[in-house]
């Protein structure tokens, strides 16, 4: 058993006075009760919402909270820490989210257990700032905010090689140069043609097929400065608000192109025609944010970088869902995505890149 709390109900005020008084929040006073909500549909972990009261405490004290727990089911938190889920998260706001300006939550507590299976990170209540939603297509104005907090984080570790020993940050190539992951997506991917095949179109498929069996290519080919992604940056991991924008989930942190992010956000949460529409300015923006932070990379080398990591898209979603229990929205939503992705993929001629 853990020696933190484990479920939203462990959680006590004694508890939520030790956290805020460590970080610095709660100066005096103490934490008198705390009531909770679950909120989201998160299926690795569970949230919970806090409502807290104070005795002694000053006025800018933090009215509420977000506390994230390991999933109450036991598959799914057996699952989560055995791929380094918790730990990944943790980690990330320990040591990364620190060095960039991206808008992450503040983070109050984080706790792991020794063997990774529980964690209990307690954060920064951004309401009223709420998630995008795969099912509708993000606006113009929330894909321009989502994409410069991206281009900070891109920014802040283009280049830097101390990412890559990192064992909480993903990089496919490291040891097998992609073979595990070819391996996996040609065991999983007939079984999601048989489940999402029915909204893909010819091309979109054939596209697929091929990428299937070119995927250790497509992860060891770039060669150029990597930088710390998100990895799972749609807009459901995005809290948005009218001028800004916050990050979370930081279960899948990689070490990639510095286009990875924002391609996969226009493949999956933006739709087809208004992508079509918007993607070059966007591409052309992001690199001039990039120039901002310091990092000089053309409008021409951002596009490329786009066009050829589009297909990252195309592992996370099959993977996702070929891992997750069917369902009627969390299936609507993979086959808006690799939809999206594919059709990405085909429009910006991507099977340049498998050669």
Avoid at 132 to 149: K, P
Wanted: charged share 25%.
């Amino acid at each position: 058993m853990a020696s933190f709390p484990e479920t939203p109900g462990d959680l006590t005020p004694e508890h939520l006075t030790r956290y805020l008084q460590a970080s610095g929040r709660l100066d005096s006073g103490r934490v008198a009760g705390a009531e909770f909500r679950v909120i989201g549909t998160g299926k690795m972990g569970d949230n919970a919402r806090f409502t807290l009261s104070y005795e002694g405490a000053p006025p800018d004290v933090p009215a509420t909270l977000v506390g994230k727990f390991p999933a109450a089911d036991e598959t799914a938190r057996s699952m989560a820490g055995a791929q380094g889920a918790y730990y990944n998260e943790v980690m990330f706001y320990r040591e990364l989210a620190p060095g960039t300006t991206m808008r992450t939550p503040f983070i109050y507590a984080s706790e792991l257990s020794e063997d990774r299976t529980s964690f209990l990170l307690l954060m920064e209540d951004m309401a009223p700032a709420e998630p995008g939603s795969q099912l509708q297509g993000e606006s113009l104005q929330n894909t321009r905010l989502a994409l410069a907090e991206a281009a900070k984080l891109a920014a802040a570790y283009y280049g830097d090689e101390t990412i890559g020993p990192r064992d909480y940050v993903m990089a496919a190539a490291r040891d097998d140069g992609g073979a595990f992951a070819e391996a996996l997506m040609q065991e999983y991917w007939p079984g999601f043609v048989d489940r999402f095949g029915h909204g893909l179109s010819g091309e979109c498929i054939a596209f697929g097929e091929r990428y299937v069996g070119r995927v250790a290519h497509f992860i060891s080919r770039y060669r150029g400065p990597k930088t710390l992604v998100h990895g799972d940056f749609r807009s459901e991991n995005i809290l948005f608000a009218d001028d800004s924008a916050t990050t979370v989930d930081w279960q899948t942190t990689g070490e990639s192109s510095v286009m990875t992010d924002a391609a996969y956000f226009l493949g999956g949460s933006v739709t087809a025609e208004d992508r079509r529409a918007w993607e070059r300015e966007l591409v052309q923006e992001f690199s001039a944010n990039l120039a901002r932070s310091g990092i000089e990379l053309g409008f021409a080398e951002c596009w490329e970088q786009y066009r050829e990591f589009a297909m990252h898209g195309l592992l996370i979603t099959v993977l996702g869902a070929s891992f997750s229990a069917p369902e009627e929205r969390s299936d609507r939503m993979f086959l808006a995505m690799i939809r999206g992705h594919l059709q990405q993929c085909v429009d910006l001629g991507s099977a340049e890149f498998l050669d």
